[in-house]
């Protein structure tokens, strides 16, 4: 008689199902607030289909570790909202929002299915790498109709092919006899400060509405964080005769 071949899951794949769990169980009390305070109709179809997917995937990552007799995290629950709170965010920051969701979630649901063996997981992951796609797309469509998508800035491209010759290509454009920037880095240094603008707008709505002192101390401490990394990264494109994005 064969053997039965039935695994446990593994420490990575616990991991990217629990991190799952928590972050979209955020996801969705996050979603209904927005849904609770938004205006423009295009905007409300683009957070509610977030929020059937953020659903979704909260109840199927659940599934999955109560299959494997694994404790469900005790994360952000319905309580932990007030929908008929002050509006806090305008209708284009909500695009924005969603726009960097799609993006987290098209990066880490990636690794995590390259992490995993377990059937079921892979499947979930692969589900949630397509979900994660169309969100993108509808949110970029959105924002592209409006005139709010912030796109990285054009630039002139060399007619030949040139080489590296020297490691000091590496640091190159931090010292005084700078080169410019590359278009790799001119991707990921325009990608921060779009993702702390995002950061930045959301500690300093939470600053003004959270009960606990603490809590809004530590609130406004992240949004100043934030606020000095956009300089940081906006100062590196501006010195080199690039636009920051600015939304």
């Known amino acids: 008689m064969p053997e039965e071949h039935n ?3 593994t420490a990575a794949e616990i991991s990217v199902i629990w991190s799952s769990c928590a972050n979209n169980g955020l996801s969705v009390c996050m979603l209904n607030y927005f849904l609770a305070n938004v205006d423009d109709p295009d905007v409300a179809s683009v957070l509610e289909f977030a929020l059937g997917i ?13 299959k494997n007799q694994q404790p469900i995290p005790i994360g952000f629950r319905e309580e932990d909202i007030s929908p008929n709170a002050p509006r806090l965010f305008s209708d284009a920051f909500y695009l924005y929002y969603l726009k960097n969701m799609a ?5 880490v649901y ?8 377990d059937t079921d997981v892979r499947a979930f992951f692969s589900q949630a790498i397509q979900t994660s796609t169309e969100l993108y797309n509808k ?3 959105v924002l592209l109709d409006k005139g709010l998508f912030i796109r990285t800035p054009y630039v002139t491209t060399p007619d030949t092919v040139e080489f590296i010759n020297s490691k000091d290509y590496i640091s190159g454009f931090l ?4 080169r410019p920037l590359n278009v790799i880095e001119i991707t990921h240094i325009e990608a921060n400060v779009e993702t702390n603008t995002v950061g ?16 809004r101390e530590y609130c406004r401490r992240g949004a100043e964080i934030a606020k000095k990394h956009i300089n940081i990264f ?14």
């Open 110 to 117: 990636g690794v995590a299915l390259s992490t995993a063996a």
């Open 175 to 178: 010292t005084t006899s700078k």
């Open 7 to 9: 695994p446990r899951l």
């Open 234 to 247: 906006a100062k590196l494109l501006t010195d080199d005769d690039l636009p920051a994005p600015m939304a």
């Open 139 to 141: 949110t970029a469509a």
């Open 103 to 107: 993006k987290v979630g098209l990066s």
């Open 54 to 66: 953020s659903q979704y995937d909260l109840q199927r990552s659940k599934d999955i570790l109560e």
């Open 200 to 215: 930045s707008i959301l500690l300093t709505g939470f600053s003004q509405v959270a009960k606990s002192k603490k809590v």
